[in-house]
């Protein structure tokens, strides 16, 4: 079955460094996105790649980094530099002519 | 600024009765629109979408309305079930050439909709 994979589910670091989250599709998809869901927040979008080894920042990429080596792969690491990093973290994916996005099914970071 | 905006936080209805979900942009440029609903810890399915050639799209229980003029659309559910109890997203976008999003999508903030039996 194709679709979007993201682990780990639950994800818990310590203050001061630095953690990778894991997106994997193989959906054949081009575009690749991160999102992050706070409570009243909404889906505040990180960074997005609309092609392999290219991506850019999106509305709040302070303190993250990505890269986009493979078609299939979109890892998300979340710096000591992020001030908040504790919430749930959302990839997606879609393909050009198509409408909409897959979503994984998220990962919660909780600094400890 | 936002683009798009659910000036509802939270919506509660009686099971059976129709739940009417709002949603208004304030982009002209955009001409896709989507719903997508999210329950917790999951990540958000795909619901439904209009086109801005129409004015409706409907979907089984679930229809869309897009009012252009107004830049308004709302989703309506009938009937509700406690089922449908989740956060709904309200979702735009430009489209481009191949019939699909130009750029990323725009959310907002999001509803959640409970459904009493």
Redesign the interface.
């Given at each position: 079955d194709g679709g979007i994979t993201q682990s780990p589910k639950y994800l818990f670091r310590k203050e001061g460094q630095n953690v990778t989250l894991s997106c994997e599709q193989n959906l054949n998809h081009d575009a690749m996105y991160w999102y992050r869901q706070d409570p009243g927040q909404g889906l505040r979008l990180i960074y997005y790649s609309q092609i392999v080894n290219d991506f850019q920042k999106g509305d709040i990429a302070e303190g993250y980094s990505v890269s986009r080596e493979k078609k299939e792969s979109f890892p998300l690491t979340v710096t000591s530099a992020q001030k908040n990093p504790t919430a749930f973290y959302l990839c997606a994916s879609s393909s050009r002519g198509r409408l909409g996005y897959t979503f994984g099914s998220g990962t919660r970071l909780t600094v400890v | 600024d936002q683009q798009v905006k659910?000036n509802s936080?939270s919506l509660s209805v009686q099971e059976g009765r129709i739940s009417i979900l709002n949603c208004d942009y304030t982009n002209s440029m955009f001409d896709?629109f989507?719903w997508?609903k999210k329950y917790p810890?999951?990540?958000?399915?795909?619901l439904i979408?209009i086109s801005s050639i129409k004015d409706k799209n409907e979907d089984g229980r679930f229809t869309v309305f897009l009012n252009k003029s107004a830049k308004h659309l709302s989703l309506h559910i009938v009937p509700s079930q406690p089922g449908d109890s989740a956060v709904y997203?309200c979702?735009a976008?430009v489209g481009?050439s191949?019939?699909?999003?130009q750029g990323?999508?725009i959310?907002?903030?999001?509803t959640k909709l409970s459904v009493k039996p």
């Open positions: - | 659910q936080p896709y989507l997508y810890a999951e990540g958000p399915t795909f979408s997203f979702a976008s481009d191949y019939g699909g999003s990323n999508l959310f907002g903030k999001g």
